[in-house]
């Protein structure tokens, strides 16, 4: 059972660059997140998919895109990246209300 | 949405209780209390989350004041292992999670 799966672990960007992270899930959840997390700092939330085809916006969206497209996937797609996006991205999906947040083992970005 | 309050740091020593306090006073009836830790950087873990009553499992307890407005989180016997970010997490709208900055637990020999 592989629970939330993350690709890539690692990448470097140049600046301008557009590039899509990957989450997939294999618990059935509905609801699916993406976070980012900068060098000693907190989770801040990106997007949140609460089911199939919606999407939301978190904290910080400006400068992301995402996607679902179905259940089982969350994708966050960098359009243009800027060195402010170097970060360790996470994935995290939740089955429903009352219950837990369960996260991938994130993605680590850097733009340069 | 209802926002949380820690310390950002504490210490504690090895195989005493950690008490890790949050406050979140704009909390509303029906949002429940969640607890995380993240060690290194690792993808966060779940710990324990409560509504109103007290609660327990293998990992900790939750010990929520009777207005909710703040929460403990006790680890009853801290070990070297347990040293982590802890975070206090109340569910904001549309059930977004938000993390905050956390507090740094210190176990020590």
């Known amino acids: 059972n592989a629970g939330v799966t993350q690709t890539p672990k690692f990448q470097v960007l140049k600046t301008g660059q557009s590039m899509t992270l990957q989450c997939a899930q294999d618990?059935?959840?509905?609801?699916m997140y993406w976070y980012r997390q900068d060098p000693g700092m907190g989770l801040r939330l990106i997007y949140y998919?609460?089911?199939?085809?919606?999407?939301d916006k978190g904290e910080v969206p400006n400068g992301y895109n995402v996607s679902r497209l179905n259940k089982r996937e969350f994708s966050l797609r960098l359009e243009s990246a800027a060195p402010s996006q170097t970060s360790v991205y996470f994935c995290?999906?939740?089955?429903?209300?009352?219950?837990?947040?369960?996260f991938g083992e994130g993605s680590w970005l850097t733009v340069v | 949405d209802a926002k949380t309050t820690q310390p950002p740091s504490m210490d504690c020593a090895e195989g005493r209780a950690a008490n890790l306090p949050c406050n979140h006073s704009?909390?509303?009836?029906?949002?429940?209390v969640y607890w995380y830790r993240q060690i290194h950087s690792q993808g966060p873990q779940y710990i324990i989350h409560?509504?109103?009553n007290n609660e327990t499992n293998e990992m900790a307890s939750l010990i929520i004041t009777e207005d909710r407005k703040s929460s403990t989180l006790i680890l009853p016997h801290a070990t070297l292992r347990d040293t982590a970010v802890y975070y206090c997490?109340?569910?904001?709208?549309?059930?977004?999670?938000?993390f905050g900055s956390g507090t740094k637990l210190n176990v020590k020999p």
């Open positions: 704009t909390i509303s009836g029906n949002e429940y």
């Open positions: 995290a999906t939740r089955q429903g209300a009352g219950n837990t947040i369960y």
């Open positions: 409560g509504l109103k």
């Open positions: 998919s609460a089911s199939e085809g919606t999407t």
């Open positions: 618990m059935n959840h509905n609801s």
């Open positions: 997490i109340v569910r904001g709208n549309f059930n977004k999670f938000y």
